[in-house]
């Protein structure tokens, strides 16, 4: 028996140890090996040395700080004069060198990079992978997409296999190869953590999000998927160290190669334009609108003679398609209305009152735009206490600095309220309260007492950045 139980314990002990080898194995072969991606892949990737001319001071006083007032027979007259001049000191144009990476699209040299790798660049010299060097030309360059395309005189080159961002999945394996702080061929790897992100100032690019770390120099080299496919373009990172923390963006291949195709072809790149400023839709705004869950894109403005104006949307509609795409957040529509061609009619669903609508835009094309600006003027005050707010009319110029139509009201006044609390600032230029066009002080009074106790109501007010809904909760009597 003293056998029997000996040789049960040796097989359970057996067995054990073949299932911990089994799993650690088969924990091994889950994880994807880079390798051979990356030295099939590295031939097409490039290092990109830029040198630009860059304006700096010197000498002079510190900023803030000013040559003292001294009398005229001082001694520390001359001291002054000598070390620091009249003390702004002398602006010179100094060269600077930046390294950044890039990968080949062509086998007739033409490259793909970001565009902040080559701006203001006066020599831009391409390494290859065999250590050849070329001096590049600018083909050109797109900076709402942060792309530059480069060509050299070469030929038979490697060229990059590109794939689609589109079929990329969150989660899946992704790798980079470029030449962060200058260390050629670097090859990070991660996942892909999100897609279609949107970032400040970036309203035209739906960012691939991923943890592969990336750090400066590796601005314009390529994200490849495991199959070998170039699916992006590796441009920021989100840093609050200037090093890499988990957060990197690049711009999906399509929209990459879209832009160069236009560059190459046109030197320059068109966009849809639509005419309109959007926000998102939150949990309060939804709830004010009568909408059952957030969704969309609620216009803030409209664009006088622009393709919404003439095809009829007005401010307060909530865009929830676009051309047959569904938009779910502000941030999905303008890569939708960017990357439509010009003069294209597309189909654009709305809610409007809480009722769904369809209207038809001819696009436009998108120029550059700028926002006014304005400091409140005087006028004479009007109160309203039941959302704790002192408005009065809007002065003319403040009206012409803004670009307003009639109607509205100035905020002068702030108290302890529902209006601050929704977020209403001293300055707003209330244009809309419950859907209605605010015409005056008394007006506006009107609709404030007539709005029901306990609702929300949404309201659009006029800000230096442009117009922007607000949710106010009305107080219960």
């Known amino acids: 028996m003293k056998d029997y139980a000996l040789y049960k314990r040796a097989t359970a002990w057996l067995v054990g140890v073949l299932l911990v080898s089994l799993a650690a194995q088969a924990q091994a072969r889950s994880l994807p090996d880079f390798s051979e991606l990356v030295e099939e892949s590295s031939p097409v990737v490039v290092n990109i040395s830029t040198t630009q001319l860059v304006k700096r001071r010197f000498g002079g006083l510190p900023p803030g700080i000013e040559v003292p007032d001294l009398p005229e027979d001082s001694p520390f007259n001359d001291l002054f004069k000598h070390f620091f001049g009249d003390g702004q000191g002398e602006e010179r144009e100094e060269e600077t060198k930046s390294l950044g990476s890039g990968f080949i699209i062509s086998s007739d040299g033409y490259i793909l990079t970001n565009n902040h790798v080559v701006k203001h660049a006066t020599e831009i010299v391409v390494r290859l992978y065999d250590r050849s060097e070329y001096s590049a030309k600018v083909v050109g360059t797109d900076a709402r997409s942060d792309i530059a395309l480069l060509k050299v005189e070469a030929a038979g080159l490697p060229v990059a296999k590109l794939g689609s961002a589109e079929k990329l999945k969150v989660g899946e394996w992704v790798l980079a190869i470029g030449s962060p702080f200058g260390f050629e061929r670097s090859a990070t790897a991660g996942i892909v953590s999100a897609k279609g992100r949107a970032l400040p100032r970036e309203n035209y690019v739906p960012f691939i999000q991923t943890d592969v770390a990336i750090n400066p120099g590796n601005s314009g080299g390529p994200l490849f998927n495991m199959d070998g496919e170039v699916v992006g373009v590796n441009s920021q990172i989100f840093s609050r160290t200037g090093g890499y923390m988990g957060l990197s963006f690049a711009i999906p291949i399509d929209v990459a190669m879209d832009v160069a195709e236009q560059l190459k ?76 061609p010009v003069g294209e009619r597309v189909a654009v669903k709305v809610l409007r009152n809480g009722k769904p609508k369809q209207l038809f835009v001819t696009l436009g094309e998108l120029e550059d735009e700028q926002v006014a600006e304005a400091e409140p003027g005087k006028a004479p005050v009007e109160r309203t206490n039941r959302i704790g707010l002192a408005v009065t009319e809007v ?83």
């Open 265 to 340: 072809t046109k030197g320059k790149v068109s966009r849809g334009w639509l005419g309109v400023l959007i926000q998102d839709v939150t949990r309060d705004l939804a709830e004010s609108f009568g909408m059952d869950k957030p969704i969309g894109a609620l216009v803030s403005k409209v664009v006088p003679d622009s393709p919404a104006d003439k095809a009829g949307i007005r401010v307060g509609d909530i865009i929830v398609e676009f051309n047959g795409r569904e938009v779910t957040t502000s941030a999905k529509l303008p890569p939708m209305v960017g990357s439509a």
């Open 395 to 477: 002065p003319a110029q403040l009206r012409e600095d803004l670009d307003l139509e009639k109607g509205g009201v100035l905020v002068t006044e702030l108290e302890q309220g529902a209006g601050a609390k929704a977020g209403i600032r001293k300055g707003d230029v209330i244009v809309m309260f419950a859907n209605k066009k605010v015409k005056d002080v008394e007006h506006f009074r009107e609709l404030v007492e007539a709005a029901k106790p306990g609702s929300t109501v949404p309201v659009l007010v006029q800000r230096r950045a442009g117009p922007l809904f607000l949710a106010v909760r009305i107080p219960k009597d």
